[in-house]
């Protein structure tokens, strides 16, 4: 089985900050492990992936994400934040004994940066 | 949203009626996938499938059918059967081998209202 929560609903940090939006994971064997934007009204656009290989993935959008075998986790981060980062973010997560394709979404944080 | 189509963007449909929502893409990618998107609870798995004429059940697939007659179409029909079927509906696509193995593609989604 496999299973990703998102600790917080909500984030706000104040622009020009640094961000973290956490996400830890759950499988059996080894992750694969995304990052998904989504803008008010629109699909999910994706962020960066760790599939294997070095622990720090950069992405899109100059955001970053560190995978963390022994604590189960995957935060997603950025070292200074832009008002147009507001948007709500999905962490997901599929095992690699799964069926390719069937990957487990969390249930979301809503990312608010004020100017 | 990439090589994705939703239609239609905003869907009204009276209680007791089927609707069929309408996903196609243009991006070659064998695996197809179904969610539905509540306030609150991230994705939800509705159906996918990873091959023409081939599809499996997600997670809440009860009150909902689909059909892969071609690898650029999967409609989803939301019937009768579906005791609360308003939400936000989102389609997505991804290959199942290669570099992009399972990094999904989203449509723009399609807002369903029942009156």
């Known amino acids: 089985a496999q299973s990703v929560a998102q600790p917080e609903d909500q984030v706000n940090v104040a622009e020009g900050n640094p961000l973290t939006v956490k996400c830890t994971y759950s499988?059996?064997?080894?992750?694969?492990l995304f990052w998904y934007v989504q803008y008010p009204n629109r699909g999910l656009q994706f962020l960066l992936k760790y599939i294997t290989g070095d622990n720090l993935v950069k992405g899109s959008y100059g955001f970053e994400a560190e995978f963390n075998k022994s604590q189960t986790s995957f935060h997603l981060k950025k070292p200074s934040a832009l008002v147009s980062d507001s948007a709500l973010y999905f962490c997901a997560v599929r095992d690699m004994g799964t069926n390719a394709g069937k990957s487990t979404f969390g249930d979301g944080t809503t990312l608010t940066v004020k100017p | 949203d990439g090589g994705i189509t939703q239609s239609p963007k905003y869907l009204f449909r009276k209680e007791g009626q089927n609707v069929t929502l309408s996903c196609e893409q243009n991006?070659?990618?064998?695996?197809m996938y179904w969610y539905r998107q509540d306030p609150g609870q991230g994705l939800r798995l509705i159906y996918y499938s990873q091959i023409v004429n081939d599809f499996q059940k997600g997670d809440i697939a009860e009150g909902y059918s689909v059909s892969r007659e071609k690898k650029e179409s999967f409609p989803l029909t939301v019937t009768s059967a579906q005791k609360n079927p308003t939400a936000f509906y989102l389609c997505?696509?991804?290959?199942?081998?290669?570099?992009?193995?399972?990094?999904?593609?989203f449509g723009p989604g399609t807002r369903l209202t029942v009156l």
């Open positions: 499988v059996s064997g080894n992750p694969y």
């Open positions: 991006l070659n990618h064998d695996a």
């Open positions: 997505a696509s991804s290959e199942l081998s290669g570099a992009s193995t399972d990094t999904q593609y």
